[in-house]
């Protein structure tokens, strides 16, 4: 082994087992002061990178970064307790061939689906779902408020390190779907949707070279709703599709930091900014709770914090198990 190459902390057995096996002994989730008392006392070896990464081969994930471990937990905790992750499901309105024209291929793709007849509430959960695009035009409307068959189709769940490739997929499976018959697509558990051409414009958008900033791009405006807004907060939904925390700031906050500028719009350049450098840029698990961000040399900083999802039950499509950044002031 060359002497200039670094060696790095290996948990044995892995911090992530470890952490585990603490929060079924206490019966509840572990605390962050709790999670970094079990790192202390836990037994680890050196190993140069090169073992190390074969050492995360052979569990199936990446251990928890010793350096970052209260954040960085979470994304193994569902995986390592058996908690809730993340499942993708599509729903797609259509008239009376949809069934025997989608099938076929939901089949062979051995994807879980369901076909359902009309529902009336349809046109109205994909009006109320369409807040971040442009407006779906007078013909996609009536042939959505026309449709006879509903058809929803879904992933498997899957854990953070497996969400880049069933988000390309089901990407590509919706725009295949579509094609073949679907009116337009909403992804249920985001509350987001769009019409046949734009979800057939991000799929091509993904498909088209190695960028990696441009496909995360793509999945981060296919599945992620932003803003939505509560009394007091703007925050995103979908994230947890891409592995990721959800994304949260107060509307008191954009005031003291854009307090020219619409705060809708300031934290729709804020989320898309900092989503992007998360999934495409930033190392995973090296950004920590308390870290600070900035869009631009000359946008605010915030310092981001991370907490629990609290908004919705585990058992939700919309819940999210990784989280949430929280943008404040410095």
Same mark, same amino acid.
């Given at each position: 082994?060359?002497?200039?190459?670094?060696?790095?902390?290996?948990?044995?057995?892995?911090?992530?087992?470890?952490?585990?096996?603490?929060?079924?002994?206490?019966?509840?989730?572990?605390?962050?002061?709790?999670?970094?008392?079990?790192?202390?006392?836990?037994?680890?070896?050196?190993?140069?990178?090169?073992?190390?990464?074969?050492?995360?081969?052979?569990?199936?994930?990446?251990?928890?970064?010793?350096?970052?471990?209260?954040?960085?937990?979470?994304?193994?905790?569902?995986?390592?307790?058996?908690?809730?992750?993340?499942?993708?499901?599509?729903?797609? !309105?259509?008239?009376?061939?949809?069934? !025997?024209?989608?099938? !076929?291929?939901?089949?062979?793709?051995?994807?879980?689906?369901?076909?359902?007849?009309?529902?009336?509430?349809?046109?109205?959960?994909?009006?109320?779902? %369409?807040?971040?695009?442009?407006?779906?035009?007078?013909?996609?409307?009536?042939?959505?408020?026309? =449709? %006879?068959?509903?058809?929803?189709?879904?992933?498997?769940?899957?854990?953070?390190?497996?969400?880049?490739?069933?988000?390309?997929?089901?990407? %590509?499976? $919706?725009?295949?779907?579509?094609?073949?018959? $679907?009116?337009?697509?909403?992804?249920?558990?985001?509350?987001?949707?769009?019409?046949?051409?734009?979800?057939?414009?991000?799929?091509?958008?993904?498909?088209?070279?190695?960028?990696?900033?441009?496909?995360?791009?793509?999945?981060?405006?296919?599945?992620?709703? =932003? !803003?939505?807004?509560?009394?007091?907060?703007?925050?995103?939904?979908?994230?947890?599709?891409?592995?990721?925390?959800?994304?949260?700031?107060?509307?008191?906050?954009?005031?003291?930091?854009?307090?020219?500028?619409?705060?809708?719009?300031?934290?729709?350049?804020?989320?898309?900014?900092?989503?992007?450098?998360?999934?495409?840029?930033?190392?995973? $698990?090296?950004?920590?709770?308390? =870290?600070?961000?900035?869009?631009?040399?000359?946008?605010?900083?915030?310092?981001?914090?991370?907490?629990?999802?609290?908004?919705?039950?585990?058992?939700?499509?919309?819940?999210?198990?990784?989280?949430?950044?929280?943008?404040?002031?410095?």
């Amino acid at each position: 082994m060359p002497e200039d190459q670094p060696l790095i902390p290996v948990f044995i057995p892995s911090l992530a087992a470890i952490l585990a096996n603490g929060e079924r002994s206490k019966g509840s989730p572990l605390t962050a002061p709790e999670i970094e008392a079990i790192r202390d006392k836990a037994a680890c070896i050196m190993m140069d990178q090169a073992d190390a990464a074969k050492m995360d081969e052979s569990r199936g994930y990446r251990d928890v970064n010793p350096q970052n471990c209260w954040v960085d937990w979470h994304r193994l905790r569902a995986q390592m307790t058996g908690g809730y992750l993340p499942k993708i499901v599509l729903c797609i !309105p259509g008239n009376d061939s949809l069934r !025997p024209n989608l099938e !076929p291929l939901l089949r062979a793709e051995n994807v879980e689906h369901e076909f359902r007849p009309h529902d009336p509430n349809m046109l109205r959960a994909f009006k109320s779902s %369409s807040i971040t695009w442009p407006q779906f035009t007078d013909e996609d409307l009536a042939r959505i408020d026309g =449709h %006879s068959t509903v058809l929803y189709a879904l992933s498997k769940n899957y854990t953070a390190a497996q969400a880049p490739a069933v988000a390309r997929s089901f990407l %590509s499976l $919706g725009h295949r779907l579509l094609d073949a018959g $679907g009116h337009a697509i909403k992804v249920e558990s985001a509350g987001i949707s769009h019409p046949a051409t734009r979800w057939a414009e991000l799929d091509d958008t993904a498909a088209r070279g190695p960028d990696l900033l441009q496909q995360w791009s793509a999945l981060f405006h296919a599945y992620v709703v =932003h !803003p939505i807004g509560s009394k007091t907060d703007l925050y995103t939904c979908g994230m947890h599709l891409l592995g990721a925390p959800d994304l949260i700031i107060s509307t008191d906050t954009l005031k003291h930091t854009a307090p020219n500028t619409d705060p809708a719009r300031a934290a729709i350049q804020l989320f898309r900014s900092f989503a992007l450098y998360l999934l495409a840029e930033c190392q995973p $698990g090296q950004f920590a709770s308390g =870290h600070t961000f900035r869009a631009s040399q000359d946008a605010p900083r915030y310092r981001v914090t991370w907490e629990p999802c609290l908004d919705y039950p585990e058992d939700s499509f919309l819940f999210n198990p990784f989280g949430l950044w929280r943008f404040a002031v410095p």
